[in-house]
């Protein structure tokens, strides 16, 4: 049941994007998310499309499987095209329904922000379907290396993430078993009011909660006995080092960047009202 | 008054990149008060097996029907057939949740509706017949010891009177003396109620002694099917998916291969022993 969950999971197939520096790939992501925001006519969404698709295509995740990041934010896509739809104003009239006016700029404005939250989703989702959480975890710790000279204990953040990270699908597993063993005891989880709902949840949060304790004490032990003692002079096995590989990734999204900049700046074309 | 499965196939998440079909064809009967083994390496699919028997998990395709009626038509009442099909999971203990064991062992029975007398009544056989002792009915279920815990756990699920108990690896992490009670204390339970046990392990040696019935599972395939002494003979093929036939299987099999014409078939070690006399007195 709780399986099902794709966002932020990990994708497993071999192609260049999935062997990229992790840092290459949260820095890029980064980089297309601003682009987005740059965009301002059709020349560049046509752009930011096939450089998002290309990615695609290289990454060698299937794109039902993208698109299946989608589904949770449907409701918040709905919304805010609605909002945008009716309540922008600007331009000619293109129709009116009751008291609702739907403007040039209105439509224009839906359009282009469900393209920017779908390319969104579907480009950090890519980030993550390409990247182990260990993987993303060392980037942002290498990223955020200079922190610490300002004393922000940046290799503890990344080990905490990661074991959050990690935490998460052990206890999904986890919250899976005891739901199925508190149903096998006749316990019913879906029927009665928000109250009794939530009274029926406690047979499932206790253990939960004494397996993440129990859990969490054994990690503990076993990462001190193994002498972990914090990020002081600690080396890694598998430093990151970038690649030929990871400079041109780095290489052609700047230059998508700036071409996204420059189209937006001095190409004026224009298709009916985009 | 069986269990009877036909061509059950099971697919975890399918279309994903973390496809696994981990049951395969998989059709077997169970009849009404049998001591049923399910032996197989991990993996090869016999929790996902079981938990098919009480509806938690629904077959991707096939048919099961419990007492002659088929679960997955629609209507059909999965919380009268959870009550009867009892089903204790792996580390059962891992599901306690009450402030004491007594009130932990009626939450069975109170969510079938009984009356409060008559869930503590329920509890204190249920506890008695694992063998708990009374003076602990009151104390934290956090605060036992892990034996203690799991007869807490599984007499949670015997309190609701299933007409069949499936046991999910019940001596997983049990020192030996604590694995012998609990599968003595199983055994003593199916004499004396006339359950059906179904009991699921991946040691040969736990459950030769005790069942009349081993199913064994490979791959999402059973594999074979049959009275433990003719599961054995095949201890060759068993070897090659990761199962081992009891050592005195071993035992009596090189004997007769060196001469001594003992009965290969023995699966217990007393039985050995008494065949093995047997034939030295012959000599």
Redesign the interface.
Same mark, same amino acid.
């Given at each position: 049941m709780i399986?099902?969950i794709?966002i932020g999971q990990y994708?497993?197939?071999k192609s260049i994007l999935h062997r990229l520096d992790p840092r290459v790939k949260i820095v890029c992501t980064l980089l297309f998310l601003i682009s987005l925001f740059l965009n301002k006519n059709v020349i560049s969404y046509a752009l930011a499309t096939v450089f998002l698709f290309c990615v695609i295509k290289l990454s060698k995740v299937p794109f039902?499987?993208i698109m299946k990041g989608l589904k949770p934010i449907i409701m918040i896509l709905m919304i805010t095209v609605v909002l945008n739809l009716f309540l922008t104003s600007g331009g000619d009239v293109l129709f009116q329904v009751w008291k609702l006016k739907v403007t040039e700029e209105g439509l224009r404005t839906a359009v282009y922000m469900a393209i920017r939250l779908i390319y969104l989703i579907m480009g950090s989702s890519l980030m993550t379907f390409t990247t182990t959480p260990n993987a993303l975890t060392d980037g942002i710790e290498k990223l955020l290396h200079p922190l610490n000279k300002i004393k922000v204990p940046v290799h503890e953040i990344a080990m905490m993430m990661s074991i959050a990270l990690r935490f998460i699908p052990i206890l999904l597993e986890?919250t899976d078993?005891?739901m199925? /063993?508190?149903? /096998?005891?006749? /316990?019913?989880l879906e029927s009665g009011n928000i109250l009794q709902k939530a009274k029926s949840m406690?047979?499932i949060l +206790?253990?939960l909660f +004494?397996?993440a304790f129990r859990r969490a004490n054994d990690l503990a032990m076993a990462m001190e006995s193994r002498c972990y003692r914090g990020g002081d002079g600690r080396t890694k096995m598998k430093p990151l080092v970038y690649g030929s590989s990871d400079r041109i990734a780095y290489a052609v999204t700047w230059g998508y960047l700036i071409a996204v900049f420059l189209i937006g700046r001095f190409v004026a074309v224009k298709l009916w009202i985009f | 008054m069986s269990i009877k499965l036909e061509n059950i196939n099971y697919i975890?998440?399918p279309?994903?990149?973390y496809q696994k079909h981990a049951l395969k064809n998989v059709s077997l009967e169970i009849e009404q008060g049998q001591f049923v083994g399910i032996i197989g390496h991990t993996g090869s699919g016999k929790s996902t097996l079981i @938990?098919h028997l009480?509806g938690?998990i629904k077959a991707t395709s096939g048919a099961l029907y419990f007492e002659g009626k088929n679960i997955y038509e629609d209507g059909y009442d999965m919380?009268q057939l959870?009550?009867q099909v009892?089903?204790v *999971?792996q580390y059962?203990e891992? @599901?306690? *949740?009450e402030v004491d064991v007594m009130s932990d062992v009626c939450?069975?029975p109170k969510? @079938?509706g009984l009356s409060k007398e008559e869930c503590e009544q329920r509890a204190r056989e249920a506890l008695n017949l694992v063998g708990f002792p009374e003076k602990y009915y009151k104390q934290s279920p956090?605060d036992l010891s892990g034996g203690q815990k799991r007869r807490a756990a599984i007499a949670?699920?015997l309190a609701?009177h299933p007409k069949v108990l499936v046991l999910d690896e019940p001596t997983a992490g049990l020192d030996p003396r604590g694995r012998d009670e609990i599968l003595d204390q199983i055994a003593h339970l199916h004499k004396e109620t006339e359950m059906t046990v179904i009991l699921v392990s991946h040691s040969m040696e736990d459950v030769a002694k005790y069942v009349d019935r081993l199913i064994v599972m490979n791959k999402g395939e059973k594999m074979y099917d049959g009275a433990p002494k003719e599961v054995f003979t095949h201890y060759k093929e068993l070897e090659k998916v990761g199962l081992a036939a009891p050592q005195v299987t071993y035992i009596m099999h090189a004997l007769s291969e060196s001469g001594l014409p003992v009965n290969t078939d023995d699966t217990t070690i007393m039985e050995a022993a008494d065949e093995i006399m047997r034939n030295l007195k012959h000599d």
């Open positions: 399986r099902d794709t994708y497993p197939a039902k499987f986890e078993k005891i199925k /063993a508190q149903i /096998a005891r006749g /316990a019913d406690i047979p +206790v253990p +004494v397996s | 975890y998440s279309d994903t990149a @938990q009480n938690l919380k959870r009550n009892g089903l *999971f059962p891992h @599901q306690l *949740f939450f069975g969510n @079938q956090f949670g699920v609701m």
